[in-house]
C-alpha cells in the first residue's frame, strides 16, 4: 500500500483538490437546470426538500466518494474492487455513466461556443426570433426523433473545439487538472457576480425574483417534487458517477474529509441560489419591458438558457458584451464538470491499464467522446439528447448510487468507514452517518427508482416511438450485464490486489 500510494499522482495541494471538486460539481445543472427545477416545484418551496436531501443524501454521499478513493487510493473499479471482487463491475457502470453524460454535455457547451460568437454580432442574431435561432441555426432541429436530418457543420466544429479544450485539460492527469481548475473554478463565480449585480440593478428584476422564490407549499406532498430533488442534488454535486471517487483517490491517506464536504456543498448550492437570482431577475426585466405575464417568458430544459435568457439579455444596453459574459460563464462552469467526468473514464482505464501513457489514454477516451456525441450534433440530436439523459440519470446513476451505499454501508462496514474519515478529519461525524448510509439513501432511491419505473412503463417518456425507448432501455440494459458478468466471470487479479 505504500508502494502503490508514493507511486499515484497526488494534487499539488488540498486546495487545489476543493478547487477540482467544486468545478465539477458547479456546472451547467447549477446555472440552468436548478432555477427551472426551483420554479417550477414551488419556487421558495422546493428548498425545503432540496436542503434536507441535501443533508439527508447530498453531503452523506459525498463524504463517501471522498473517502472511498481516498481509502483505497484507486479510482471507482478498482475502490469497489478491493471491497469486494464482485463490485468492480459497478465502477464499471459508474465510468458508463460518466461517459454518457459527458458526450452529451460537450454539445451543450458547444452550443454556448457557437452563441459565444455570435456574441460578437451587432445586433445580436437572436433578438427577435430567439427559440428559431437555437432550433434552426444553432441545432437544425428535426421534426421529429425518426427524422435525423443531417449533422450541424457548426455544432461538429464547435464539438471539436469543446473536446480539444477538454484533452488539454486531462491529458497530464491530474497535474493539467490542477492547472486548469485554478482558472475554470473561481471565473465562472466572478462572472456571474458581474451578471447577478446587473440583473437585480433592472427594472422588474424584483417581481422577478419573486416569481421564483414565491413560496407554493401546496406541492410539498408531490412525490415527483421529491424525485425532483433527488436527482438534481445527485446531478449536481456530481455524486453516483465515481467521479469524486478518482478525485478523492489523489489524496494522500490522511488527509481530511469531512470539512472538503461540506465546502463542496456550500459552495454547489450557494451558486445555484446566485444563478436562480440572475436568471430570474433579467426575466422579469423582459417581462416589464414586453409587458407579458413572467410565466410566458420562462421556458424549460435548454430553452431557458439558449432562447428565454438570451433574448432577455439582448433588451439590455451593452447586449453584446452581456452575452459575451454569460456565455463565457456558461463554457467554463461546464469545463470542469466535463472534463471531470473524462477524468472518471480515464482515472479507470489507469488504473486498470498501468502501461499506457497518460496522454494516450487520454487522446483516446476524448476521441471515442467527440465521436459518440456527433449523435448529438444531428438534426435529432436534442431529442437523443433527452431520452438518453433520462433513462441514463433516472435508473443506472440512481442504482450506482444505492448499490455503492450497501456495498459500503454492508459490506465493508459504515462504521469502518466513519472510523477512518474521523482519524483524519478535524470535523467528525457521527452515527448519524452510518444510518444514513445504511438505510436512508438506498431506501429512498429504491423508492424513486420504483415509481420512475412504474411511470415509464405506464407512459412511454414524453411519448417518443417504442424504438426510441428500447434504445433507452438498451443503453442500461447493456452495461447492466456487462457488470453483472464482471461480477461471475473468474478474472485476474487487478494490478493494485498483485502487489
Ligand atoms: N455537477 C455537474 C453540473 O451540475 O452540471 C454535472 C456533473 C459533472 C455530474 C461531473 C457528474 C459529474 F461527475
Given at each position: 500500500?505504500?508502494?502503490?500510494?508514493?507511486?499515484?499522482?497526488?494534487?499539488?495541494?488540498?486546495?487545489?483538490?476543493?478547487?477540482?471538486?467544486?468545478?465539477?460539481?458547479?456546472?451547467?445543472?447549477?446555472?440552468?437546470?436548478?432555477?427551472?427545477i426551483?420554479?417550477?416545484?414551488?419556487?421558495?418551496?422546493?428548498?425545503?426538500?432540496?436542503?434536507?436531501?441535501?443533508?439527508?443524501?447530498?453531503?452523506?454521499?459525498?463524504?463517501?466518494?471522498?473517502?472511498?478513493?481516498?481509502?483505497?487510493?484507486?479510482?471507482?473499479?478498482?475502490?469497489?474492487?478491493?471491497?469486494?471482487?464482485?463490485?468492480?463491475?459497478?465502477?464499471?457502470?459508474?465510468?458508463?455513466?460518466?461517459?454518457?453524460?459527458?458526450?452529451?454535455?460537450?454539445?451543450?457547451?458547444?452550443w454556448?461556443?457557437?452563441?459565444?460568437?455570435?456574441?460578437?454580432?451587432?445586433?445580436?442574431?437572436?433578438?427577435?426570433?430567439?427559440?428559431?435561432?437555437?432550433?434552426?441555426?444553432?441545432?437544425?432541429?428535426?421534426?421529429?426523433?425518426?427524422?435525423?436530418?443531417?449533422l450541424?457543420v457548426?455544432l461538429?466544429?464547435?464539438?471539436?473545439?469543446?473536446?480539444?479544450?477538454?484533452?488539454?485539460?486531462?491529458?497530464?492527469?491530474?497535474?493539467s487538472?490542477?492547472?486548469?481548475?485554478?482558472?475554470?473554478?473561481?471565473?465562472?463565480?466572478?462572472?456571474?457576480?458581474?451578471?447577478?449585480?446587473?440583473?437585480?440593478?433592472?427594472?422588474?428584476?424584483?417581481?422577478?425574483?419573486?416569481?421564483y422564490?414565491?413560496?407554493?407549499?401546496?406541492?410539498?406532498?408531490?412525490?415527483?417534487?421529491?424525485?425532483?430533488?433527488?436527482?438534481?442534488?445527485?446531478?449536481?454535486?456530481?455524486?453516483?458517477?465515481?467521479?469524486l471517487?478518482?478525485?478523492?483517490?489523489?489524496?494522500?491517506?490522511?488527509?481530511?474529509?469531512?470539512?472538503?464536504?461540506?465546502?463542496?456543498?456550500?459552495?454547489?448550492?450557494?451558486?445555484?441560489?446566485?444563478?436562480?437570482?440572475?436568471?430570474?431577475?433579467?426575466?422579469?426585466?423582459?417581462?416589464?419591458?414586453?409587458?407579458?405575464?413572467?410565466?410566458?417568458?420562462?421556458?424549460?430544459?435548454?430553452?431557458?438558457?439558449?432562447?428565454a435568457?438570451?433574448q432577455?439579455?439582448?433588451?439590455?444596453?451593452?447586449?453584446?458584451?452581456?452575452?459575451?459574459?454569460?456565455?463565457?460563464?456558461?463554457?467554463?462552469?461546464?469545463?470542469?464538470?466535463?472534463?471531470?467526468?473524462?477524468?472518471?473514464?480515464?482515472?479507470?482505464?489507469?488504473?486498470?491499464?498501468?502501461?499506457?501513457?497518460?496522454?494516450?489514454?487520454?487522446?483516446?477516451?476524448?476521441?471515442?467522446?467527440?465521436?459518440?456525441?456527433?449523435?448529438?450534433?444531428?438534426?435529432?440530436?436534442?431529442?437523443?439528447?433527452?431520452?438518453?439523459?433520462?433513462?441514463?440519470?433516472?435508473?443506472?446513476?440512481?442504482?450506482?448510487?444505492?448499490?455503492?451505499?450497501?456495498?459500503?454501508?454492508?459490506?465493508?462496514?459504515?462504521?469502518?468507514?466513519?472510523?477512518?474519515?474521523?482519524?483524519?478529519?478535524?470535523?467528525?461525524i457521527?452515527?448519524?452517518?452510518?444510518?444514513?448510509?445504511?438505510?436512508?439513501?438506498?431506501?429512498?432511491?429504491?423508492?424513486?427508482?420504483?415509481?420512475?419505473?412504474?411511470?415509464?412503463?405506464?407512459?412511454?417518456?414524453?411519448?417518443?416511438?417504442?424504438?426510441?425507448?428500447?434504445?433507452?432501455w438498451?443503453?442500461?440494459?447493456?452495461?447492466?450485464?456487462?457488470?453483472?458478468?464482471?461480477?461471475?466471470?473468474?478474472?485476474?487479479?487487478?494490478?493494485?490486489?498483485?502487489?
Amino acid at each position: 500500500m505504500v508502494k502503490l500510494a508514493e507511486q499515484r499522482a497526488r494534487w499539488d495541494s488540498r486546495l487545489i483538490f476543493l478547487f477540482a471538486a467544486i468545478g465539477s460539481a458547479v456546472g451547467l445543472g447549477n446555472l440552468w437546470r436548478f432555477p427551472y427545477i426551483t420554479y417550477k416545484f414551488g419556487g421558495g418551496a422546493f428548498l425545503i426538500p432540496y436542503l434536507i436531501i441535501l443533508l439527508a443524501i447530498g453531503i452523506p454521499v459525498l463524504i463517501l466518494e471522498f473517502a472511498l478513493g481516498q481509502k483505497m487510493q484507486q479510482g471507482a473499479i478498482g475502490s469497489f474492487r478491493k471491497i469486494n471482487r464482485r463490485f468492480s463491475g459497478l465502477g464499471f457502470l459508474a465510468a458508463f455513466v460518466c461517459f454518457v453524460v459527458v458526450a452529451y454535455y460537450a454539445v451543450v457547451m458547444g452550443w454556448s461556443l457557437i452563441y459565444m460568437l455570435g456574441s460578437l454580432h451587432a445586433p445580436l442574431p437572436w433578438s427577435g426570433e430567439p427559440e428559431k435561432f437555437f432550433a434552426n441555426n444553432v441545432l437544425q432541429r428535426s421534426a421529429g426523433i425518426g427524422d435525423i436530418g443531417s449533422l450541424s457543420v457548426a455544432l461538429v466544429v464547435a464539438l471539436a473545439a469543446v473536446w480539444i479544450a477538454i484533452f488539454f485539460c486531462v491529458f497530464r492527469g491530474v497535474k493539467s487538472i490542477g492547472k486548469a481548475v485554478m482558472v475554470s473554478m473561481p471565473l465562472p463565480f466572478i462572472l456571474l457576480v458581474i451578471l447577478f449585480l446587473r440583473a437585480i440593478t433592472l427594472d422588474g428584476a424584483l417581481a422577478g425574483i419573486a416569481y421564483y422564490i414565491r413560496p407554493d407549499f401546496s406541492l410539498l406532498l408531490s412525490g415527483e417534487l421529491w424525485l425532483a430533488a433527488i436527482s438534481q442534488v445527485f446531478f449536481s454535486l456530481s455524486i453516483g458517477f465515481g467521479v469524486l471517487i478518482a478525485y478523492g483517490s489523489f489524496n494522500p491517506l490522511r488527509q481530511g474529509i469531512t470539512r472538503n464536504a461540506f465546502v463542496v456543498a456550500l459552495a454547489d448550492t450557494g451558486l445555484s441560489l446566485l444563478a436562480g437570482f440572475v436568471v430570474f431577475g433579467v426575466l422579469g426585466h423582459m417581462a416589464l419591458v414586453q409587458n407579458v405575464p413572467i410565466e410566458d417568458v420562462v421556458k424549460s430544459g435548454p430553452s431557458l438558457a439558449f432562447a428565454a435568457f438570451p433574448q432577455a439579455l439582448s433588451l439590455l444596453p451593452l447586449a453584446g458584451i452581456f452575452s459575451l459574459v454569460f456565455f463565457v460563464t456558461i463554457f467554463f462552469i461546464g469545463i470542469d464538470s466535463a472534463f471531470s467526468l473524462v477524468e472518471g473514464v480515464t482515472t479507470v482505464v489507469r488504473d486498470r491499464w498501468r502501461r499506457i501513457a497518460v496522454p494516450l489514454v487520454a487522446f483516446i477516451v476524448c476521441g471515442i467522446g467527440f465521436i459518440s456525441g456527433l449523435i448529438f450534433t444531428t438534426g435529432a440530436g436534442l431529442y437523443f439528447f433527452d431520452i438518453i439523459d433520462h433513462y441514463v440519470n433516472s435508473y443506472l446513476l440512481v442504482a450506482v448510487g444505492i448499490v455503492q451505499c450497501i456495498l459500503v454501508g454492508w459490506v465493508y462496514g459504515a462504521e469502518k468507514m466513519r472510523n477512518y474519515i474521523n482519524s483524519v478529519s478535524r470535523m467528525k461525524i457521527g452515527r448519524w452517518w452510518d444510518v444514513c448510509i445504511r438505510w436512508v439513501i438506498p431506501l429512498s432511491l429504491g423508492i424513486l427508482m420504483a415509481m420512475q419505473f412504474i411511470t415509464d412503463i405506464r407512459a412511454p417518456y414524453e411519448g417518443y416511438p417504442q424504438w426510441a425507448q428500447a434504445i433507452g432501455w438498451g443503453i442500461i440494459i447493456l452495461p447492466l450485464a456487462i457488470a453483472l458478468l464482471m461480477a461471475f466471470l473468474p478474472s485476474r487479479p487487478s494490478p493494485a490486489a498483485q502487489r
